[in-house]
């Protein structure tokens, strides 16, 4: 009776991490992305990562001083917000453009919901989509080479071969869409019986393109192909990931429904010669997927806490993804798909929720 005990509210397990600590141990992860960035496009990709990062940061300090709250940017995420929207730019836009997209991110994704914790979808993510919307043009075009390779992932000797000059400024994404769409205009004509030696010249050359993009993809996994400077080596963001997986700071819920339902679907219906015919390896590793499954849809804030609910939001993701890439007007669809999911994030986790023990269901 004569000991002292502490009386306090849940919840009574703590633990050594913290928030900075997180958010600069996903920094460490994206090291070899960011090396691999300024290894395919140059010192530039450099001053685009810090345009963005100096952008967020000083956006957050800005309003948070203005609106006399404490100051909260050496938590470090705000700086994770910059690198992911600067990684989601292409090498050749302006300075000004990741300045804007990340001081969006910031002053509209981030502070009006008050703060980390509150926002209710990724800020850079956010921030991308206001970039593409408001300048489509700078965020599509991609005129930056990587080193050791082509945009589209082809070699050279087989565009040279084949007579593919026409993809040469196109990333994959974008050769697969425009060359699938050639061949399907030439499939609709044969079914109408008419002949059209030109579309079918085409058609032919379509094939070769998409074939020689299935075999590419050893460049895909490297990263030797053209895109946005932070999406294109699978394997070097594959390498963050394991380390943040390591440190059980992301789990593998979201990545493989994620991945796994655009596998699928991409076998369904993604290839050119009927259902069942498409390349999963190819939608995996081309684009953002890598990118978005595993350091943007689990962002902790505005993914769900449920274990249902984490593979059911990582197939909603992996559905629009595919959606958008095979059916919607833009070649890539990672980004709306998991902003689209981000909102659904309170419905997923309010039907997902575990019986509460001793509680009889209803």
């Known amino acids: 009776m004569e000991k002292n005990f502490l009386v306090s509210a849940s ?17 460490i992860s994206l090291i070899p992305a960011i090396a691999g960035s300024v290894y395919f496009f140059g010192v530039r990709a450099v001053w ?120 040469t400024s196109a990333t994959p994404l974008n050769v697969f869409k425009t060359q699938k769409g050639i061949i399907s205009d030439w499939n609709e004509l044969v079914k109408s ?42 394997a070097l963001l594959l390498i963050g990931a394991v380390y943040l997986i390591y440190k059980r700071y992301i789990g593998l819920r979201i990545p493989l429904s994620y991945m796994g339902t655009v596998a699928l679907l991409s076998w369904i219906f993604g290839g050119t010669e009927g259902f069942f015919s498409g390349d999963p390896i190819f939608h995996i590793l081309a684009g953002g997927l890598i990118l978005g499954a595993f350091y943007m849809a689990t962002d902790m804030v505005t993914s769900p806490v449920t274990s249902k609910g984490r593979y059911y939001f990582g197939i909603g993701c992996g559905i629009f993804t595919v959606l958008i890439r095979l059916v919607g007007g833009y070649p890539e669809g990672v980004s709306y798909s998991i902003l689209l999911m981000n909102l659904a994030v309170p419905l997923l986790d309010r039907y997902t929720k575990p019986k509460t023990f001793g509680v009889k269901k209803k």
């Open 48 to 167: 685009i990562l810090l345009f963005a990062i100096l952008s967020a940061v000083a956006t957050e300090a800005l309003i948070q001083f203005l609106m006399k709250k404490p100051i909260t940017v050496k938590d470090g995420s705000a700086i994770v917000t910059g690198i992911l929207l600067g990684f989601n730019v292409p090498a050749a836009v302006p300075w000004w453009i990741p300045v804007i997209g990340s001081a969006f991110a910031i002053a509209v994704g981030k502070i009006p919901f008050g703060g980390l914790g509150y926002n209710p979808m990724n800020p850079a993510l956010l921030g991308r989509a206001f970039l593409l919307a408001s300048w489509p043009t700078r965020m599509t075009i991609f005129k930056t080479e990587p080193t050791g390779g082509t945009l589209s992932g082809i070699d050279a000797a087989a565009i040279n071969e084949y007579g593919l000059d026409s993809i």
């Open 11 to 27: 919840p009574h397990i703590t633990h050594k991490d913290t928030i900075p600590r997180i958010m600069y141990s996903v920094v």
């Open 193 to 234: 019986g008419l002949e059209d030696p030109i579309l079918q010249e085409k058609a032919a050359q379509a094939n070769n393109a998409i074939t020689q993009l299935y075999d590419s993809s050893s460049n895909l996994l490297w990263g030797n192909v053209g895109g946005v400077i932070g999406e294109t080596s699978a």
